[in-house]
């Protein structure tokens, strides 16, 4: 090991490396939301990727574009001379600068592409807002083949997101971040995930993907024709848009609806802590009129 680490071509090596495997990162970032499902998965749980707006999280871009240079300072404390020996060198000079060109390049792409949005942890702006509008009505066909009337009054509070059982990306993320809430809140509460993929997600087909997610009792999955699913999405205020694929690029939502029928809070994007929704439709659940 000791015969490696004094090499004269071991800090040079090393920094090469980062700065190729930065150039390598950035590159799959301005290309993955192309190359399918599963890159855009990875992109979403790894890089903070929206479907919604096509654009990445400013912490996570900085992330990526920073971590090899500030690596090249580190190693360039503890080898100097090893890095100005190398550089001294023209093939040194060539390889190097071409490899932090790449990189600069590569970088400056992604920060002047426009895919970029700036971003806060989501507790920096506290919480929610109480919202109060009555909720958009309409009825839909739930995964048991009954009528459910998304919107009207009941006797427990609902959580509503909007997903499709074929999504390789933020969906899964969605219904996990509400099975733990359920998990929490226990019957308190009733859960509704409206499909963005009518065609595909008939009630049997969702019935099928309950039992499949071990969705309990308290889940309401919802189909219907295209059109009245399609305007029940535009009623609730989120965005979606089929991909060449088959994808369907959406907002990611859970809104939450007091017993009364009025949208009390709505949370966006992913991230959403269970505790803080549970503990919320418990207190919707509290309340009287």
């Known amino acids: 090991m000791s015969r490696w680490l004094g090499h004269p071509l071991f800090a040079p090596v090393l920094v090469l490396a ?3 495997w930065g150039t390598g990162l950035i590159a799959f970032l301005l290309v993955g939301p192309s190359l399918g499902g599963w890159a855009r998965a990875v992109l979403t749980y790894c890089f903070g990727w929206s ?3 096509r654009a990445y999280r400013l912490d996570a871009v900085l992330l990526v574009t920073l971590q090899p240079p500030l690596f090249a300072l580190v190693v360039g404390f503890f080898y100097a001379d090893e890095l100005r020996a190398f550089a001294r060198r023209l093939g ?3 390889v190097g600068g071409t490899a932090l060109l790449g990189f600069v390049a590569a970088a400056a792409t992604l920060v002047l592409s426009g895919d970029v949005v700036g971003s806060a942890p989501a507790t920096a702006a506290g919480a929610p807002v109480r919202d109060g509008r009555p909720a958009p ?3 839909l066909t ?3 083949g009954r009528p459910f009337e998304l919107g009207a009054a009941g006797d427990r509070p609902l959580a509503v997101t909007f997903v499709y059982a074929n999504c390789h990306g ?3 993320a969605l219904v996990a971040t509400l099975q733990a809430t359920a998990a929490l809140v226990g019957d308190r509460a009733r859960f ?3 499909t963005l993929d009518p065609a595909r997600d008939t009630p049997a087909a969702l019935a099928a993907y309950a039992e499949r997610w071990s969705l309990g009792d308290s889940w309401r999955l919802l189909s219907g024709p295209p059109a009245a699913v399609d305007a029940a999405r535009r009623a609730w205020g989120v965005t979606a848009e089929r991909l060449p694929d088959g994808e369907i690029a959406h907002a990611n939502v859970i809104v939450l609806v007091d017993r009364a029928g009025r949208i009390a809070y709505t949370h ?3 991230g959403q802590a269970p505790r803080e929704l549970a503990a919320a439709l418990a207190r919707l659940a509290e309340e009287r009129g």
């Open 18 to 20: 980062a700065l190729a």
């Open 51 to 53: 479907a919604a707006t």
């Open 92 to 94: 040194g000079r060539v």
């Open 137 to 139: 009505r309409a009825v």
């Open 142 to 144: 739930d995964h048991h």
């Open 170 to 172: 933020t969906c899964p």
């Open 192 to 194: 509704v995930a409206v």
């Open 268 to 270: 966006r994007g992913l």
